[in-house]
């Protein structure tokens, strides 16, 4: 077992933790980068970037944060793979433990964002960019004029389908009970509009189109009757939320009911020289570039507060 300490450390290799080693890196702060179970973030699992400015003809997700990741190491920042396995933030400097290296920071930008919840079928994680996707904002106007499906039946669930309705010719909502978890407010909006359709009691047991690399359709079984059917759509959504990257910082620092990092003054948290940005600590936003913002502001509150103390 080794020690070494950085005056900095960004856990998570998306977006915000690229954008805060950019900065960092260009600070002369020498960060390291710890890339975790998802190197790239949930862009690396994304085909066409439309929205992210300076790319006017869009750009492929993996690129994006492979240019990322180059602009970072030019100016310095290191890169290594490694997943938290536990964290002390009570001493300083804080103690981070990777399972077969320990290693200290004066400070700690968690970058660590937010994994999709999917259903976990072979055939959804092969047509994932191919028509199946966790973020109705990101790629809904791929659909334009199409026919899609959502599937779930809490408030994120609503929220995907009445904006992909700016899009598709129909939305069908796929739940696999009869029941709601959403707000009243919410389902009631969704079964308002005359594009969405709503199916209950069913249950996605395949997506169709593997071997066409583009989504077709969809194998349904009725939860009550075990029959099953099929759904001709071009593509689907899975609106069944987002699980954040911070379990390992229960009781070190302040999270909510979901587990999403608690901030104040946009990036601290309440711990001194702790900062979270990107999705472990945005449950709202959820986009390339509010992560990328919120990671130059993290990378800022590290200089200052190493300034501060006397580095």
């Known amino acids: 077992m080794t020690e070494a300490i950085f005056d900095t450390v960004i856990l998570g290799s998306g977006c915000a933790g690229l954008t805060a080693a950019i900065y960092t890196a260009r600070a002369n702060l020498n960060p390291l980068v710890l890339e975790g179970h998802e190197p790239g973030g949930q862009l690396s699992i994304t085909t066409l970037v439309e929205n992210f400015p300076g790319w006017p003809e869009g750009i492929q997700g993996p690129e994006l944060i492979d240019n990322m990741r180059k602009q970072a190491s030019r100016f310095g920042a290191q890169f290594r793979l490694g997943h938290l396995v536990k964290a002390d933030l009570s001493k300083r400097p804080f103690v981070l433990d990777l399972g077969r290296e320990v290693i200290h920071a004066r400070t700690l930008i968690i970058a660590s964002g937010a994994s999709a919840r999917w259903l976990g079928?072979?055939?959804?994680?092969?047509?994932?960019?191919?028509?199946?996707?966790?973020?109705?904002?990101?790629?809904?106007?791929?659909?334009?004029?199409?026919?899609?499906?959502?599937?779930?039946?809490?408030?994120?669930?609503?929220?995907?389908?009445?904006?992909?309705?700016?899009?598709?010719?129909?939305?069908?909502?796929?739940?696999?009970r009869d029941h709601f978890r959403a707000s009243r407010i919410m389902l009631e909006r969704a079964m308002a509009h005359p594009k969405i359709e709503f199916r209950t009691n069913v249950s996605v047991e395949e997506v169709l189109g593997v071997e066409e690399k583009d989504v077709r359709g969809v194998r349904l079984r009725d939860t009550v009757t075990g029959e099953e059917s099929e759904l001709a759509i071009s593509g689907l959504f899975l609106g069944i939320g987002h699980e954040p990257n911070a379990g390992m910082f229960a009781g070190q620092i302040d999270l909510d009911d979901d587990g999403y990092i608690r901030t104040h003054d946009q990036v601290h948290t309440r711990v001194p020289g702790v900062y979270a940005c990107g999705d472990v600590q945005d449950r709202r936003y959820r986009q390339a570039i509010t992560a990328a913002g919120s990671g130059c502001m993290a990378a800022l509150e590290v200089e200052k507060f190493l300034e501060e103390h006397g580095r």
């Open 121 to 176: 079928l072979p055939s959804e994680q092969a047509l994932i960019g191919h028509g199946v996707s966790s973020c109705a904002t990101c790629d809904g106007f791929f659909f334009s004029g199409k026919e899609i499906a959502v599937v779930g039946g809490g408030d994120s669930a609503m929220e995907e389908a009445l904006f992909l309705t700016r899009f598709a010719t129909k939305v069908t909502l796929l739940h696999r």
